[in-house]
């Protein structure tokens, strides 16, 4: 997970700890938004403060030496002084990922995917994730919300997409989200569309309705921060890094 606990290996903790050695001083990053544990950020946004003269090529050659195998930069260059990659940015995109039916069975899919064993139709999912475009509040699909902020959210995008081969990829773009969102979204639709939970489901939470039974998050393996927006466009294209960039 992202944010930095006592006595634990966090995302947070690594970069701040790489970061105080090259910098020769203590430093904190902000970030564009949590990730929890299990959640792969593909593009994940940072900014910290340097020395003066510390140029983006440098430090970025100095993070590529420190940081360990499972934690790695992008790219760093430099940024206003007011820039703060949280409250500056004006959109988020996630990916879920879904391996159904014999791709379930794949031990190269562990903790990259949600292995859901049974047929899904793609036509079904599909037309669950048409509702969900808007504006509204999302308490019902969420695991905590931001009592400063509210639960409402705008829902730009949200679609599933079939491939590559048998998985199955749902894309969701926001103004913003509240913990869990996407994996309770997620979880949601593939229990309706595997006729484990009421078809109007869906439609009842959206409207802030109770569901007929307690809602569970999809597993965390599956879910993927794809992009930030900001002002000039997003942070890094569309895409799962292990499956859509070029190696």
């Known amino acids: 997970g992202w944010q930095r606990q006592p006595d ?3 995302v947070q903790g690594t970069l701040e700890e790489a970061l105080s050695r090259l910098l ?37 050659r100095g993070l590529g030496a420190l940081l360990p195998e499972d934690l790695g930069t992008l790219g760093v260059r430099e940024a206003q002084d007011d820039f703060h990659p949280r409250f500056d940015a004006t959109g988020r995109r996630y990916e879920y990922l879904l391996a159904p039916g014999l791709a379930a069975d794949s031990p190269f899919l562990r903790d990259r995917c949600w292995r859901v064993p049974g047929a899904l139709d793609p036509a079904s999912l599909a037309a669950l994730a048409g509702r969900l475009a808007g504006e509204r509040a999302f308490d019902g699909f969420a695991k905590a919300g931001q009592p400063e902020r509210g639960t409402r959210c705008r829902v730009e995008e949200a679609a599933w997409r079939a491939g590559p081969g048998p998985l199955l990829r749902f894309t969701i773009v926001a103004d913003r989200f ?70």
């Open 178 to 247: 509240l913990h869990h969102m996407v994996r309770y979204l997620v979880g949601t639709q593939v229990e309706i569309a595997r006729g484990r939970r009421p078809a109007d489901d869906l439609d009842r939470m959206l409207e802030g309705e109770t569901p007929s039974r307690p809602v569970y998050p999809a597993p965390p393996g599956g879910l993927y921060l794809t992009g930030v927006r900001y002002e000039e466009g997003w942070n890094r294209p569309a895409g799962i890094p292990w499956l859509d960039w070029p190696a």
């Open 24 to 60: 020769d001083r203590s430093t904190r990053v902000e970030l564009a938004g949590r990730t929890d544990a299990g959640v792969h950020a593909a593009a994940q946004e940072i900014a910290f403060d340097t020395p003066p003269g510390r140029a983006a090529a440098d430090v970025a």
């Open 8 to 10: 634990m290996r966090t």
